[in-house]
């Protein structure tokens, strides 16, 4: 069964077992939600915020109230803090924190599936913000007024990965905490 990142919309049903046992909105008074947890879900949050701050930033070159030189610095700094940490935080989702939670909830590892197999789709809209990014921040300096027709591409994957951020880390909320809550994990 495939739950592709484009189409789905919300954490399939059948993968929802064990959060209607664990609602999101009793997830911070739960006696098992760890600190682990939380950081985790922090750093989904920054994430979020990287995304927005990235579409913010070219959305303001682009209707000029942000300088070109001011851009290339702002979304230089947000987008490169976004591509790294993501990589870094999928990587160790992947190797480490996905496997423990594989073996701790076999069930569960066709939602596991779907999260990694987001994470090799989101490695190539990464790859496409960042090539585009680049291009846009190089033409501030070399080609100005071209750097405009680049922002306006990069805006379109700073939405693209905006929009997967949002789908996809709240898909992988709603799959894994309940898991870490149901078996004690992380504590």
């Known amino acids: 069964m495939e739950h592709n990142i484009h189409t789905r919309q919300g954490l399939p049903t059948e993968m929802q077992t064990l959060l209607r046992n664990y609602p999101r909105e009793a997830w911070p008074g739960h006696p098992n939600f760890a600190r682990s ?17 990235s579409r913010a930033e070219t959305e303001a070159m682009l209707d000029k109230t942000r300088s070109q030189d001011e851009f290339a610095e ?26 423990e939670l594989s073996r701790a909830d076999p069930q569960f590892e066709q939602g596991l599936d779907m999260l990694e197999s987001d994470h090799v789709e989101l490695d190539k809209v990464l790859e496409a913000f960042q090539r585009t990014g680049n291009r846009a921040i190089k033409l ?8 405009y027709d680049e922002a306006g591409i990069l805006l379109k994957h ?5 929009a997967f951020l949002t789908r996809h880390l709240t898909d992988e909320e709603e799959l894994v905490v309940p898991i870490v809550l149901h078996h004690k994990l992380r504590g």
């Open 74 to 99: 702002r979304f230089g700094y947000y987008g490169d803090l976004l591509v790294r940490n993501l990589h870094g935080h999928h990587s160790w989702e992947d190797r480490l924190f996905f496997p």
């Open 158 to 162: 700073t939405c693209a990965i905006e």
């Open 140 to 147: 501030t300096q070399l080609e100005p007024a071209q750097a």
């Open 37 to 53: 947890i939380q950081n985790w879900m922090s750093a989904h949050e920054m994430f979020r915020q990287l995304a927005a701050l």
